[in-house]
C-alpha cells in the first residue's frame, strides 16, 4: 500500500454494510441463524428481481404491481426490523405472528386479485376484515422502520375519517362508514395503493437498487478519491472534500444518513486534523449530505413522488431541481470556505491526496452508468427502464477493472441491499396513501388551506414561512419522504392557492423537510455525523444548521423567480443564477462575519439586506443588492490591503531592527 493510500485509508473505503449473502458466504453464521439469514436473502433477492423484471420487461396492472411490493416489505419487515422488547421469547412470538399474519395477508392479496379490485364499491366480508388487518400491518411496518411520529400522524388521520363527524365547527365532516373507508384504503388505487406507492413499486425502488449496484461496483469509493483530489489541497480541504464528495454520493445515493456514514468516516477525522472543532466538522458533512437528496440523478425518493403527484416525467423534475441543488453546494462550500478563512486552515499536503490523473484513468468508467441514465431519461424512456438497462451498463462496466469486477456473490448481495434499502421507503409510501386517502375522503386539505390562508391573511411570504417551519417541524422526527408527502396533501394547496407555482411549492417544501435532518432538537444527518466526529450532538446539530442557514435563502429564490427552476428565456435564467449566487456569498459572508478579513456589523447587516433584495429576480431589487454587495467588497478589499501594507511594514522594521 502506498503513502497516499495509507494516509487517507481509502483502500477501505466501505459504501455498503454486508449484506446477509456476504454474512453466509464469509461463513460468518451458521445452524437456525444460517436458515433465517437464507430466508431473508431469499427473500430480499427474490424481490429485487421481480421489480427488474417489471421494470425491463413491463410493470402488471397498478393495484397487483402495487401490491406485490408491499407484500414483500410486510414479510420483510420483522426480519430487518424485529420487535423492540426485553425478553428475546417475547420478540420472537411477537414476530412470528407478525410474520403469519402477514403471510396469510398476502396470500389473500395475491389470489383475491382481480376480483377485489371489481368489488370497490361492494367489499365482502373478508375484504374488510384483510382490509382492517392490512391497515393495522402497515401502521406497524412504519412504526418499525421510521418510527412513532410518522405512525401517531396517520393514526390521527384515520381516527379523524370515523370519529371527525363529532367535531364541531370547520374541522367536523359528515360522517364516513367503516365499508366505505376500509373499502377505499384496500379495495381501491386511492389509499394503500395509491400514487405513492405506485411511484414506489414502479421506479423508485428500480432507483434505490442501482444505487446498491453502483456501491458494490466501487463508484462511491471512485468518488470519493476523485472530491480528496479536486479540492483536498484548497483552503480548509477535508471540509471542502466533505462538500463535492457528498454531492457526488448524493447522485447515486440520495440518502442523507448513509452519505454521512459513507463518507463522513474519512471527511471528518481530517477536518479534526486541519483544525476545525468536531462539532463544526459534523455539522459540515451533515449539511453537505443533505443535499444529496436534491441531486439528479438519483434523488431521494420524495422526487419520484414529486414528479407522480405534478404529474411530469421524472427527467424534467430532474432538470428544475438541478439549479437549485447546485445553488446549495454553492452555499455550503461558501460557508466552509469563509470559517477556513477566518481561522486561517490550510488544506491536505499534496503528496497525501490521490493523484486526479490517476484517480480518473483508473475509475472513469464508473461514470457511464450514470451518463447512460440521464441519457435514457433525456432522451425520453421511462425511468424503470432507464433504471433497468444502467443496472446492466454497472455489471458490464464492472468488467472493466479487477477490483471493481462484479463476482456473483456481489450481484446477490447488491440485489438482497436494494431490496432491504426499499423497505422502510415502502412502508412510509403505504402509510402515506393512507394518509392521503383520509385527507380526501374527509376534504380536511382545503379545510387546512383556509386555516393557513386565515392565519398569514393571505400573505405570501408569511406563508412561506409558515410552511416553512410546519416543514421542518414535522421532519424532524421522520424521514424526509414523510415530511414531505404530509406538506405536499396539507400545505401545497395553499401556496398554490395564493399563487405560487405548482413545482416551486412541491419544491419549496421538499427543500425544507430535507433540511430537517440538520434542524435540532431532531436532527439525524447531525447526530449521525455527531457520532463519527465524537461531539455533542447537539452543538453538532446547530453547526450544521448555521452551514445550511445560508441556504435557507434558496427556496424562496425560486418561489420568486421561477428562472432557478429554468422556466423562461435562457438569458433571464442566467441572470437569475448569477444573481442568486450573489445572494448566496452576501448571506454566507454576513452569517460567517468574513469576506476578505473580519466583517464589522455594518457590512454584515449590508450584506443581509443585500441578500434579502437578490431573492426577487427583478431588475430594480438585483441593482441595489448587487450595488450594495459591490460596496462592501470594495471596503473589504481596501481595508485587506492597507492590512498587508501594515504589516509589510512592521516585518520590514522588524527585520531591521
Known amino acids: 500500500m502506498d503513502k497516499k493510500a495509507d494516509a487517507l485509508n481509502l483502500d477501505n473505503i466501505q459504501i455498503e454494510p454486508d449484506s446477509f449473502i456476504d454474512k453466509i458466504m464469509q461463513k460468518k453464521v451458521t445452524g437456525s441463524k444460517l436458515i433465517l439469514f437464507s430466508l431473508i436473502a431469499a427473500l430480499g433477492i427474490t424481490m429485487s428481481i421481480v421489480h427488474l423484471y417489471t421494470s425491463g420487461f413491463g410493470i402488471f396492472s397498478a393495484w397487483q404491481q402495487r401490491s406485490i411490493t408491499l407484500c414483500f416489505t410486510l414479510l420483510l419487515i420483522p426480519f430487518l426490523f424485529p420487535f423492540k422488547k426485553r425478553t428475546s421469547h417475547v420478540q420472537k412470538v411477537v414476530d412470528s405472528l407478525y410474520f403469519i399474519t402477514a403471510l396469510i395477508t398476502a396470500g389473500y392479496i395475491i389470489f383475491s386479485y382481480p376480483d377485489v379490485v371489481f368489488r370497490e364499491s361492494t367489499p365482502t366480508q373478508p375484504d374488510l376484515i384483510i382490509g382492517t388487518v392490512l391497515v393495522l400491518l402497515v401502521l406497524e411496518a412504519t412504526r418499525r422502520s421510521v418510527g412513532w411520529a410518522m405512525t401517531i400522524i396517520v393514526a390521527l388521520f384515520i381516527m379523524y375519517v370515523f370519529f371527525g363527524q363529532h367535531l364541531q365547527g370547520l374541522l367536523g365532516h359528515p360522517g364516513i362508514s367503516f365499508q366505505k373507508a376500509i373499502s377505499t384504503y384496500f379495495n381501491t388505487t386511492q389509499g394503500i395503493f395509491g400514487i405513492i406507492l405506485g411511484a414506489m413499486s414502479n421506479y423508485i425502488i428500480t432507483f434505490i437498487i442501482f444505487g446498491a449496484f453502483l456501491a458494490k461496483s466501487k463508484a462511491g469509493k471512485f468518488f470519493i478519491e476523485l472530491s480528496y483530489s479536486l479540492t483536498g489541497a484548497k483552503t480548509g480541504g477535508p471540509a471542502k472534500v466533505a462538500v463535492v464528495a457528498s454531492g457526488l454520493m448524493g447522485t447515486i445515493s440520495g440518502a442523507a444518513v448513509s452519505n454521512v456514514a459513507t463518507t463522513g468516516t474519512l471527511t471528518i477525522p481530517l477536518m479534526k486534523r486541519v483544525g476545525y472543532k468536531g462539532h463544526f466538522a459534523g455539522g459540515v458533512e451533515a449539511a453537505a449530505s443533505s443535499g444529496g437528496q436534491l441531486m439528479p440523478p438519483v434523488m431521494g425518493a420524495a422526487a419520484f413522488i414529486i414528479a407522480a403527484n405534478l404529474q411530469i416525467p421524472y427527467a424534467e423534475l430532474m432538470l428544475y431541481a438541478l439549479i437549485p441543488a447546485l445553488l446549495h453546494y454553492f452555499a455550503v462550500y461558501y460557508m466552509v470556505h469563509f470559517e477556513a478563512k477566518k481561522n486561517n486552515l490550510i488544506g491536505l499536503k499534496k503528496e497525501e491526496l490521490p493523484d486526479l490523473k490517476k484517480v480518473f484513468i483508473e475509475g ?13 431519461l433525456m432522451g425520453g424512456y421511462s425511468p424503470q427502464i432507464a433504471g433497468f438497462y444502467s443496472i446492466l451498463a454497472i455489471i458490464f462496466v464492472s468488467l472493466f477493472r479487477k477490483n471493481t469486477r462484479m463476482s456473483i456473490q456481489d450481484i446477490l448481495s447488491a440485489l438482497e441491499l436494494g431490496a432491504k434499502n426499499s423497505v422502510s421507503i415502502t412502508a412510509i409510501c403505504a402509510a402515506a396513501g393512507l394518509l392521503i386517502s383520509s385527507v380526501n375522503l374527509t376534504g380536511l386539505g382545503l379545510k387546512f388551506s383556509s386555516v393557513v390562508l386565515n392565519f398569514t391573511s393571505g400573505s405570501l411570504i408569511l406563508s412561506l414561512i409558515f410552511i416553512m417551519l410546519a416543514s421542518i417541524i414535522l421532519g424532524m422526527g421522520m424521514p424526509t419522504v414523510s415530511a414531505y408527502v404530509i406538506l405536499a396533501v396539507l400545505g401545497v394547496p395553499a401556496l398554490v392557492q395564493i399563487g405560487v407555482d405548482p413545482l416551486a411549492a412541491h419544491l419549496f417544501v421538499f427543500y425544507f423537510a430535507i433540511m430537517s435532518n440538520v434542524t435540532p432538537p431532531v436532527a439525524v444527518a447531525a447526530y449521525t455525523a455527531a457520532a463519527i466526529a465524537e461531539s455533542d450532538p447537539t452543538k453538532t446539530g446547530f453547526s450544521g444548521l448555521k452551514i445550511c442557514l445560508g441556504t435557507f435563502i434558496i427556496p424562496y429564490m425560486f418561489v420568486f423567480g421561477p428562472e432557478l427552476l429554468l422556466q423562461g428565456e435562457l438569458v433571464n435564467i442566467v441572470i437569475a443564477v448569477v444573481t442568486a449566487m450573489i445572494g448566496i456569498i452576501c448571506l454566507a459572508s454576513a452569517l460567517q462575519g ?34 450594495i454587495f459591490l460596496v462592501t467588497l470594495i471596503n473589504q478589499h481596501r481595508k485587506q490591503k492597507e492590512k498587508r501594507h501594515s504589516q509589510g511594514l512592521a516585518d520590514s522594521s522588524q527585520l531591521l531592527s
Do not use: Y
Not at 609 to 614: S, Y
Open 364 to 376: 472513469w468508467f464508473l461514470l457511464l452508468p450514470i451518463i447512460l441514465i440521464i441519457g435514457m
Open 594 to 627: 468574513w469576506l476578505f478579513q473580519k466583517m464589522n456589523v455594518f457590512e454584515r447587516a449590508a450584506n443581509i439586506v443585500g441578500a434579502v433584495l437578490l431573492i426577487d429576480t427583478g431588475w430594480i431589487t438585483d441593482i441595489i443588492g448587487i450595488s
